[in-house]
């Protein structure tokens, strides 16, 4: 019999010390097949004693493992559904099933749970729904019809300008054809789509460029001009705002904004950007006009909780009072900008549906005016209500900041306007007869239905704010709500939306501080459609005044 020497029995407690402290179950082996080693080196050598403890190992790893995963026979089977015969189409997707299935059965570390999204999109998803938003799906549900539907909802929240509608379907009915397959004065008499089938500068085509500061200009009576050179166009105003508020603001910062404003800013700014908004309240005692002092109030509290203000948004005329900024007040919020060194933007969306005597002054005339200050003013537009066709979501950026152009042309790759649309609106927008006559047209309407819809107002005891432009009554009914406080105004805006089946904006969406104010859009009523919104409303006052 042969001896260990001290040597190998030094080796021989090493290695087994060293791999009892290993993996699962291979300690166990190795004190066995140790001692077993030295046997086999003593009768067969170096040869025999190396391959049968390997092979040892081995078999005895495959036993373990087998062991460890065969499922407890004292278990009862899980149940399972009957099988059905598989279509011959579905074959190969059944067959798929079954395989993931096994293997989610067999896996050791089971199943993960649903995949994760980013922490921005859950914010999105998550965010409640404002009253803004409830009654428009409520309208969507069960909208009015005076023929079809005439006991729906009646909408006055959307600003969906059909006051001139027969002018433009009279157009299109004479003209589209002709700018969309045949590009006429491009292609000749034989149909021509490349100007349609290829892909076009995302900022805007040049020509539509062009016709759109003409517009613009127009529309404002032409006391300004415009630069095509300084516009980026994109689809649709929510697009442009979201561009400048990247383009001027980094996440964490904020805008100064009047209030009340319209609901929807709060997405556009703030969703994909993470820039704040910073509501500066404007009181009925001002008419809701815009102060320097609050301003300067908010610009100073930001600062002390850490917050950088990078500008201040208005909108011109106001959404939702309708108001508008006359030319004192654009001086003394240019020099505000200058002294806090912050931007100025701009929303000019219903400059052509003014109405009144009242003065419209565009940003854009102040820009013309004082070179030194151009850069930090910028001003967003749509098409969409001062031509009748917010389907075609059309916007644009006007400004003479050549970094925020720059940023804003890149950018508009996210929301190009269509090619048939630019070419459509190219031929609209280049027949200065039908520009000049709807302008005129639409502007007289306009006035002629808020005149209507005040009056109606009036009559039931409802007061309306001064305003001189859009499609907006903004009407204080804090008189009709049975609490002062944002929970009286949303029980009679609930009133209104599911008793009268009237869709008005409370004006806590709008973030006003004063309860009772709600906004009346008629943009979508017709003069036959006021007696019914009047009506309507009278109940819900009556039900108001008998509690009382």
């Known amino acids: 019999m042969t001896c260990y020497s001290d040597k190998e029995s030094a080796v021989a407690r090493t290695s087994t010390a060293t791999t009892t402290t ?20 003593g009768r067969g050598g170096l040869f025999l004693g190396s391959v049968i403890p390997c092979a040892l190992f081995y078999f005895l790893q495959l036993y373990l493992k087998r062991n460890r995963s065969r499922p407890n026979n004292n278990n009862p089977p899980p149940s399972s559904p009957p099988e059905l015969s598989p279509s011959p189409s579905s074959e190969g997707v059944s067959g798929l099933q079954r395989s993931l299935s096994t293997r989610s059965l067999v896996s050791p570390r089971g199943s993960g749970g649903p995949a994760p999204i980013s922490n921005r999109a859950n914010l999105v998803a998550k965010s409640a729904e404002t009253p803004y938003f409830v009654g428009m799906n409520r309208v969507m549900e069960d909208p009015y019809d005076r023929l079809g539907n ?14 001139s509608l027969d002018l433009v379907r009279d ?27 290829t892909y076009q500068p995302f900022d805007g085509l040049v020509e539509l460029k062009v016709v759109v500061a003409g517009f613009m200009s127009e529309a404002m009576e032409r006391t300004v001009s ?31 904004v009047p209030s009340p404003y319209y609901p929807g800013l709060d997405w556009d700014v703030k969703w994909r950007t993470g820039v704040e908004i910073i509501p500066v309240p404007c009181r009925s005692s001002d008419n809701f006009s815009i102060s320097i002092t609050a301003l300067d109030r908010a610009f100073s509290q ?22 508008l900024v006359n030319r004192e007040m654009i001086y003394s919020l240019i020099d505000f900008a200058q002294e806090k060194n912050i931007h100025i933007i701009s929303h000019e969306i219903f400059a ?26 910028h001003i967003v537009y749509d098409l969409a209500n001062d031509l009748s066709v ?11 900041n050549e970094n925020v152009l720059a940023t804003a042309r890149k950018l508009a790759r996210f929301s190009p306007i269509s090619a048939p649309i630019q070419h459509l609106l190219i031929g609209m927008l280049s027949d200065m007869r039908f520009v ?3 302008i005129h047209t639409n502007r007289e309407r306009v006035q002629k239905m808020y005149t209507k819809f005040v009056a109606g107002l009036k009559e039931l005891g409802i007061g309306c704010a001064n305003s001189g432009g859009a499609f907006y009554c903004w009407a204080d009914m804090s008189g009709l709500i049975r609490s002062y406080s944002e929970k009286g105004e949303l029980e009679l805006w609930d009133k209104l939306l599911n008793v009268a089946k009237v869709n008005a904006t409370p004006g806590s969406a709008c973030h006003c501080i004063e309860p009772g104010w709600f906004q009346y859009c008629f943009s979508a009523l017709t003069e036959e459609d006021i007696p019914v919104v009047i009506d309507r409303i009278w109940k819900v006052t009556q039900t108001c005044k008998s509690r009382s």
């Open 22 to 41: 290993g993996g699962r179950g291979g300690g166990t082996a190795m004190r066995i097949i140790v001692p077993l080693q030295g046997v086999v080196q």
């Open 171 to 197: 157009w299109l009915a004479e003209n589209a054809r002709n700018f969309i397959l045949w590009s006429k004065g491009v292609c000749g008499e034989e149909s021509c789509l490349s100007g349609i089938s």
């Open 226 to 256: 415009f630069n095509p050179s300084q516009i980026v166009l994109t689809a649709g105003i929510s697009s442009a705002i979201e561009m400048l508020s990247f383009c001027l603001a980094d996440p964490g910062n904020a805008f100064l």
């Open 302 to 323: 930001a600062k002390k909780r850490g917050l950088k203000v990078r500008g201040i948004m208005i909108s011109n005329p106001s959404n939702p009072t309708g108001n």
């Open 150 to 163: 005439p006991d729906g909802v009646i909408q006055l929240v959307l600003a969906e300008n059909q006051f």
């Open 390 to 400: 917010p389907g075609l979501t059309a916007g644009l950026i006007y400004s003479l």
């Open 352 to 377: 052509g549906s003014t109405r009144g005597d009242e003065e419209f002054v565009s940003m854009a005339e102040i820009i013309e005016l004082d070179d030194h200050e151009r850069n930090r003013i």
């Open 436 to 438: 000049q006559k709807f």
